[in-house]
T-cell receptor, first 114, second 114 residues
Framework: AQSVTQPDIHITVSEGASLELRCNYS??????LFWYVQSPGQGLQLLLK??????LVQGIKGFEAEFKRSQSSFNLRKPSVHWSDAAEYFC????????????FGTGTRLLVSP | DAEITQSPRHKITETGRQVTLACHQT?????MFWYRQDLGHGLRLIHY???????NKGEVSDGYSVSRSNTEDLPLTLESAASSQTSVYFC?????????????FGPGTRLTVL
């Protein structure tokens, strides 16, 4: 079955340290890939997305993600985490079928320690 | 500014009652979506619409219905609420049908079924 896996339920990072959140997908072809962030009590906000081309994608708030076809991964990174980055992060995919059905991973909750 | 709103933000109801959650967007987007968010599952698609009078079932549509009488609104109805439908519900919209188009999310409605 098609799926998106975020293996880390929780991650704690010190403020100022680097961050990497993992995302793997299981589809035959390269899907459209997204990272969303959900701050407490809020809806989801798009951080970045990848369709094709350069495999390193820049997003908002200083985030970037790298698509690795050989590993079926689309990991999210940030070089220096700020306390305001504490939130839940969701990886999502849309198959290249022409239909806009987002399939979400189960999310990773980021905690930022002082 | 254009936006997407949901009401109510919190709702407590009893098993067997009919409940309607409202979603309203002012972007004039053609596409609208309803998701539910549960621990361990991420967000799952309930119903979606690609335009007025168009509705489609998503991954977890049993017990839910939607109707689209205008561009701005996609109300979600629980015909006979069940405790398993206790969840946080998110509405989203997007401009075009392209698989890579960004979906914009509302703030969510927390529904408790007692």
């Amino acid at each position: 079955a098609q799926s998106v896996t975020q293996p880390d339920i929780h991650i704690t990072v010190s403020e100022g340290a680097s961050l990497e959140l993992r995302c793997n997908y299981s589809y035959g072809a390269t899907p459209y890939l997204f990272w969303y962030v959900q701050s407490p009590g809020q809806g989801l906000q798009l951080l970045l997305k990848y369709f094709s081309g350069d495999t390193l994608v820049q997003g908002i708030k200083g985030f970037e993600a790298e698509f690795k076809r050989s590993q079926s991964s689309f990991n999210l990174r940030k070089p220096s985490v700020h306390w305001s980055d504490a939130a839940e992060y969701f990886c999502a995919v849309v198959l290249n079928t022409g239909f806009q059905k987002l399939v979400f991973g189960t999310g990773t909750r980021l905690l930022v320690s002082p | 500014d254009a936006e997407i709103t949901q009401s109510p933000r919190h709702k407590i109801t009893e098993t067997g009652r009919q409940v309607t959650l409202a979603c309203h967007q002012t972007w004039n987007h053609n596409n609208m979506f309803w998701y539910r968010q549960d621990l361990g599952h991420g967000l799952r698609l309930i119903h979606y619409s690609y335009g007025v009078q168009d509705t489609n079932k998503g991954e977890v549509s049993d017990g839910y219905s939607v109707s689209r009488s205008n561009t701005e609104d996609l109300p979600l109805t629980l015909e006979s609420a069940a405790s398993s439908q206790t969840s946080v519900y998110f509405c989203a919209s997007s401009e075009s049908n392209g698989p890579g188009d960004t979906q914009y999310f509302g703030p969510g409605t927390r529904l408790t079924v007692l």
